[in-house]
């Protein structure tokens, strides 16, 4: 009985141990259970984050790279579906075969290193269509527990969109470049100090620098001396309170000529509202500084002009009252008064022309100036405005040559104009020699020219081009001796051009002038 009940302990041992031993194997199987789908989880979430990526990404194995792994991403951008899983990439997408793609895949599974690309394009045929997109992708060797290499992975982002647009942001910089090259106006763009960063092909051209010189010499160099104190105290004014810059200049040419300008300068401002550049335009005005300065003179002109003949009319007025208040007595009988009236008709016609020629000017600034043609003997009207002028001015003496004759089709009164200023012109020059030769010639078969010559004080070479200009005298002390305005020739240009005719002179300073216009003859069928 001893025996059997130790038998018995044993076993009930031995049963204890193995439900431990069953209890222990449970516990395993449950913490393996756990660890399976703790990894199960992982897998999940990996392949969740592989597929939910907005990042393209495929994986693709062996020699022939097909494709193990392809997320939704880079289906859509193949433009293909779920069944892409086990087929060779360059199968599947055959266009990229020219493109160097399997090369590229090629070397990565040969070699191991990874290969890197940015804004790469590829075409692909999307929906039949091909179409250029823009990649930046990473292709990253695969390998296995042994570290052998099994596959590439394919990371890459769609960056067709932002591509696209640094392109065109690169095209319109271009264009834009362009555009402000091609502007006359003289563009720079500078930093917050006034430090010149760019600026553009006007600048060049005036200055006859080069892009690097103009960046580099400090652009106050190019302003006229008398000019330099002023702007250097705007333009420190404008660094320091951001105010803009807006003032006339001269700057210096290639020539070494002084030009001048208006310069306008403005600041770019950043966010927090600190001056981040400076954007500058200077715009030649020279011409307009020099009409300035001619319409002055001719004002001042026009007043002295305008004084000068109502004074006397005024004090010949007074005499001849007086003259007249005394006739009655005998001391002022042999007093006549017609050579003051003559002296009061010749200021009344300078008043009279002065006041026409300004009539002129403005109509044909307005576009008003408007001809009467009617067809008529040029040789006959020439000779009548002589023995008018003749007739009213003794002392001039006008010989006429009629080498050619014919009719005109013009406005008389207007041509009548010209004839009158080219021959008062040719007196009135002529200071020491009273004689103008007219001559009325054929100068081809369609044309009739009218030359006027004088032996006066001549005009120099390089004033010849500005005798038509508005205003235009040519400048010295002789203002006061010659009366006029700078008016007439401006006129008698103007109405010559507009019957299709033109005018020519030729001079020598100090020997005497020669006018000549042209005039359509009138053809006679
Ligand atoms: P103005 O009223 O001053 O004579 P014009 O327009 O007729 O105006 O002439 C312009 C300028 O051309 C004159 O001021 C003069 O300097 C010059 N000029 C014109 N004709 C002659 C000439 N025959 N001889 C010399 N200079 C002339």
Not at 108 to 117: D, K, L
Request: net charge negative.
């Amino acid at each position: 009985m001893m025996k059997q009940d130790l038998r018995i302990k044993e076993l009930e041992q031995e049963l204890a141990k193995r439900e431990e031993e069953i209890e222990q194997l449970k516990n395993r199987n449950y913490a393996l259970a756990d660890s399976i789908s703790g990894l199960k989880d992982e897998v999940y979430k990996y392949e969740e984050l592989v597929h939910s990526s907005k990042s393209l990404i495929a994986i693709f194995m062996g020699e022939d790279h097909v494709i193990d792994i392809a997320n939704e991403s880079i289906r859509e951008v193949w433009g293909k579906g779920h069944d892409v899983i086990g087929k060779p990439l360059l199968e599947l997408l055959p266009e990229l075969k020219s493109q160097g793609i399997k090369e590229l895949l090629d070397q990565v599974y040969q070699t191991g290193i990874a290969y890197h690309a940015d804004e790469l394009p590829i075409e692909l045929v999307i929906d039949g269509k091909p179409e250029i997109r823009y990649f930046d992708f990473t292709y990253q060797p695969q390998k296995n527990i042994d570290g052998e290499i099994i596959g590439v992975a394919d990371i890459a982002t769609d960056v067709t969109k932002q591509t696209l647009l640094n392109k065109k942001i690169k095209k319109n910089g271009k264009e834009f470049r362009e555009l402000v090259n091609f502007m006359p106006h003289k563009i720079t763009h500078s930093d917050p100090e006034g430090n010149t960063l760019y600026c553009n092909q006007s600048w060049l051209d005036y200055t006859g620098k080069t892009e690097e010189q103009f960046i580099e010499e400090p652009w106050t160099s190019l302003i006229h001396p008398e000019d330099k104190a002023e702007t250097e105290k705007m333009v420190g004014k404008s660094l320091g309170d951001g105010s803009e810059i807006d003032l006339e200049v001269r700057l210096l040419d290639y020539n070494g000529e002084y030009k001048w300008h208006l310069c306008r300068a403005t600041c770019v401002k950043d966010e927090e509202g600190n001056i981040s550049s400076w954007i500058s335009s200077s715009t030649e005005i020279q011409k307009l500084k020099e009409e300035e300065e001619l319409k002055e003179g001719f004002l001042k002109l026009v007043s002295h002009e305008l004084k000068t003949p109502v004074t006397s009319i005024k004090g010949y007025v007074q005499l001849l009252l007086s003259i007249l208040s005394k006739e009655s007595s005998e001391v002022n009988k042999s007093v006549s008064v017609k050579p003051y009236l003559n002296r009061i008709e010749t200021q009344v016609e300078r008043l009279i022309r002065l006041i026409s020629e300004m009539l002129d000017l403005s109509r044909i600034e307005q576009n008003e100036l408007k001809l009467k043609p009617e067809t008529f003997n040029i040789n006959q009207h020439v000779e009548e405005i002589i023995e008018d002028i003749t007739f009213s001015n003794k002392e001039i003496q006008i010989k006429l040559d009629n080498h050619f004759e014919c009719d005109v089709s013009a406005d008389k009164d207007r041509i009548g104009q010209v004839i009158i200023n080219f021959i008062t012109n040719a007196y009135k020059y002529s200071p020491e020699d009273n004689r103008v030769d007219v001559k009325i010639w054929k100068c081809d078969d369609e044309f009739v020219a009218i030359t006027v010559l004088d032996h006066g004080i001549g005009i120099n070479q390089n004033e010849i081009h500005q005798i038509f200009k508005k205003f235009y005298r040519v400048p010295g002390d002789r203002d006061e001796t010659y009366a006029g305005f700078g008016i007439g020739l401006f006129l008698s240009n103007n109405i010559i051009e507009r019957h299709n005719g033109k005018i020519n002179v030729k001079s020598e300073f100090g020997k005497g002038s020669e006018f000549t216009f042209t005039l359509p003859i009138k053809q006679t069928n």
